[in-house]
């Protein structure tokens, strides 16, 4: 196990920075006993050539459990970046304090004024039960708590802008909503030394996504931290088109590959509704803020939906009930989260009463208009969580 925060001589704290040169380590490893602070066991100070220079426990022991992971070498230059720039930004900073009221030992426990932060630098896959665990573990000590993920390998720094991108279930669990970056993830870059935002996400099917992507230097940065800026028009044409483009490749590709025949869903559904699947119409497959939720394609779910309610000829969309809602998630979609499922299907259920919808008539005899539709698109990218 790599460690940076060791008790020298059994006196006092001492971190290992980037600042201190080889000789000034190989002097103090000669002339100093480093102990852990947790174990209280004897610590060796290790200089390779291919990992940063940390300690290890000479002996191993129980204490190790309370490290998340085996921490990899860009997990501990990070580490040091991040204190390094939560020193300048004129925080307090400790690294790998040992909390023992929760037995938790964050990356950096970080002061300012009166707030007290636990910063995680996340740079593996590790169970979410753990996350929400630490999560909790921190809150117990009014602590707040902030994850930044490592930047995923399929993020071109040098590719800044508008983009499609597949981002990981597991990555998915960090998306945060931002009074101006509307869904977004931080991350960070040890090796540029650079935060990456992943901002303004719309979610398309399962792990698919449009999203704006801008980097900010750990020189620029601020704390608490930037937010990006809304997409400007520009921008948004660019998401209109991504969006339109993803959408029919999908509805092309269901129909090329098909290989159940009338048994498809979506295929089955749209002859019901008299429409070709690539004829349909841009409101079933429009974006509805945290359908990450729902794995299905877009499409999808929004056609089962409607199909369904015309089926059982609902007479309004504002009668439909929770418990309606719930029954038509567990029969039509994967779902992560059933709760968070069944406000994502109600607003699209009042996205379809703005564009004045007739659930009552198929989708072939309606004309809703494209401009309409763009009414609502940019919306949908600086969306903010919905409370109800």
């Not at 602070?37 to 390779?48: F, I």
């Not at 490290?67 to 970046?81: A, C, D, V």
């Not at 792990?207 to 620029?220: P, V």
């Not at 198929?362 to 401009?371: G, L, M, W, Y």
């Amino acid at each position: 196990m790599y460690i940076l925060t060791a008790y020298k001589d059994n006196k006092e704290i001492f971190t290992i920075t980037r600042q201190m040169t080889r000789e000034q380590l190989v002097f103090l490893r000669n002339t100093s006993h480093f102990t852990c602070p947790q174990c209280e066991t004897s610590l060796r100070l290790k200089l390779g050539k291919v990992v940063i220079p940390h300690f290890a426990h000479i002996v191993l022991t129980n204490c190790l459990t309370s490290f998340s992971e085996r921490e990899s070498p860009t997990h501990l230059i990070g580490k040091q970046q991040l204190a390094e720039f939560f020193t300048h930004v004129g925080c307090d900073v400790s690294v790998e304090a040992y909390l023992p009221k929760i037995s938790q030992r964050p990356d950096l426990l970080v002061k300012r004024n009166k707030e007290i932060y636990a910063v995680e630098f996340q740079c593996s896959v590790m169970p979410i039960d753990d996350v929400i665990k630490r999560n909790q573990g921190y809150l117990k000590i009014k602590t707040r708590s902030i994850w930044l993920l490592r930047t995923p390998l399929n993020i071109q720094i040098n590719e800044i802008g508008i983009t499609y991108l597949k981002i990981s279930k597991f990555i998915q669990n960090f998306i945060g909503i931002q009074s101006i970056s509307g869904a977004t993830i931080l991350t960070y870059d040890p090796t540029s030394c650079q935060f990456i935002y992943i901002s303004h996400l719309m979610h398309i099917s399962g792990t698919s996504f449009i999203a704006k992507i801008r980097s900010l230097s750990t020189k620029q940065q601020t704390f608490p931290f930037a937010q990006v800026k809304p997409p400007t028009l520009t921008e948004s044409k660019q998401y209109w088109s991504i969006f339109q483009h993803k959408r029919i490749r999908f509805l092309l590709t269901r129909i090329r590959m098909n290989k159940h025949g009338v048994k498809d869903r979506l295929l089955k559904h749209c002859y019901e509704q008299q429409v070709r699947p690539e004829n349909l119409p841009l409101y079933i497959g429009f974006p509805i803020s945290e359908s990450e939720t729902i794995q299905n394609h877009l499409v999808e779910w929004q056609l089962a939906l409607i199909s369904t309610l015309s089926n059982q000829q609902h007479e309004d969309i504002d009668y439909i009930s929770d418990m309606w809602i719930e029954s038509f998630i567990l029969a039509q979609c994967k779902v992560v989260h059933l709760e968070k499922a069944k406000l994502v299907v109600r607003r699209y259920c009042r996205f379809l009463q703005v564009i004045n919808f007739n659930i009552n008539e198929s989708i072939s005899e309606q004309f809703i208009s494209e401009s309409k539709i763009l009414d609502h698109f940019e919306e949908v990218i600086v969306a903010k969580r919905c409370e109800n």
